[in-house]
């Protein structure tokens, strides 16, 4: 593995109690940052917690991240605990069901957008004065190539995830001289619990669109936030970085 410089830094990471979130913390503890698991199920940050064996070096809140006041809260305690907070990781996610356009339940598409987008965006909101105010801070968040092609028969990720993009561009845009860095990854299929939550069907038609004929792994995913949320990327903001096995192509 190689050493990424996180020593003294203090971290927030959505979604962390399992999969691609769960790595990404794993990998920010190894490179010497604190990190703060937010996610909306306790009994999983507990355990989070313990498969992580890392001490003071990790801590959780209970968190509905498409709530605001929640998140607020969630800020405040994080504040408290680690007194100041130098990365977000918009990570928390989640799929929807795999339905042509028409047919997609309207309860469904606000549910996907309510977490995948307005999430991001309430994250933001909540911690990016407290950066601007200390002159420093790195926003990663985990979009999807679906943002940018469109994934048929998942209208409300792909739209939800486009975007988490178009967030991106903005934001990095208005704290380009702040010292607040602000990028996204768009990946192709992570390995993750979340291939559970669609149909063999789509599974396959996703495979099948990546040249290098492998799905991603969680390390690989972990490794390029890391570098993100590090001084080393110093020079890059309102960007996409592609994750996509040679899928993407722009």
Known sequence: MNQIDLKGRNAVVTGAARGIGFAIAE???????????????????????????????????????????NVERAREA??????????????????????????????????????????????????????????????VSIASIAGKEGNPNAPAYSAAKAGVIGLTKTLGKELAQTGVIVNCVTPAVIVTDIL???????????????????????AEAAALVAWLASEDCSFSTGAVFDLSGGRATY
């Open 27 to 69: 990998r920010l503890i190894a490179s010497g940052a604190r990190v703060m698991i937010w996610d909306a199920d306790k009994n999983a940050i507990e355990e989070a917690r313990r498969k992580l064996d890392a001490g003071k070096a990790v801590a959780g809140q209970r968190v509905d991240v498409t709530k605001p006041a």
């Open 196 to 218: 559970k939550q669609v149909s063999k069907a789509h599974v396959d038609y996703m495979l099948s669109k990546i040249p290098m004929g492998r799905f991603g792994q969680l």
């Open 78 to 139: 994080t504040l408290r605990a680690f007194g100041r907070i130098d990365i977000l990781v918009n990570n928390a996610g989640i799929s929807g069901p795999t339905v042509k356009t028409w047919e997609y339940p309207v309860a469904e598409w606000q549910r996907v957008i309510d977490i995948d987008l307005t999430g991001v965006f309430l994250c933001c909101r909540a911690l990016a004065p407290h950066m601007i105010a200390n002159k420093y801070g790195r926003i």
